[in-house]
Nanobody, 126 residues
Framework: QVQLVESGGGLVQAGGSLRLSCAAS????????MGWFRQAPGKEREFVAA????????YYGDSVKGRFAISRDNAKNTVYLQMNSLKPEDTAVYYC???????????????????WGQGTQVTVSS
């Protein structure tokens, strides 16, 4: 099992940047594919980004490509989401998620992830 705790959310002006962190407890962090999802009020949970266990492969949702970057430090059991050029429509609660043995075809699917953090709020003002 793994427990996930997100941090780094907050209020930022449009065009600004934030870096989210997700710290994982438990063993064998590199076995877990990690994903970031977000959910705005009244909307479904949306795929943001994902990264393979050893960090060699990354995936991005269309709405964040070119602006966000996912990375991980397996020595620190942490995954990051660097968010640049933020827009008001990026406002949401951001969740990190973990799953082992995740096929590349399913990185974007929230229902494929077993472990979830509690979320961190990101608010982008115009």
């Amino acid at each position: 099992q793994v427990q996930l705790v997100e941090s780094g959310g907050g209020l930022v002006q449009a065009g600004g940047s934030l870096r989210l962190s997700c710290a994982a407890s438990g063993r064998d962090f590199s076995r877990y594919a990690m994903g970031w999802f977000r959910q705005a009020p009244g909307k479904e949970r949306e795929f943001v980004a994902a990264i393979s266990g050893r960090g060699g492969t990354t995936y991005y949702g269309d709405s964040v490509k070119g602006r966000f970057a996912i990375s991980r430090d397996n020595a620190k059991n942490t995954v990051y989401l660097q968010m640049n050029s933020l827009k008001p429509e990026d406002t949401a609660v951001y969740y990190c998620a973990a799953e082992t043995f995740l096929s590349a075809n399913y990185y974007y699917r929230a229902d494929e992830y077993e472990y979830w953090g509690q979320g961190t709020q990101v608010t982008v003002s115009s």
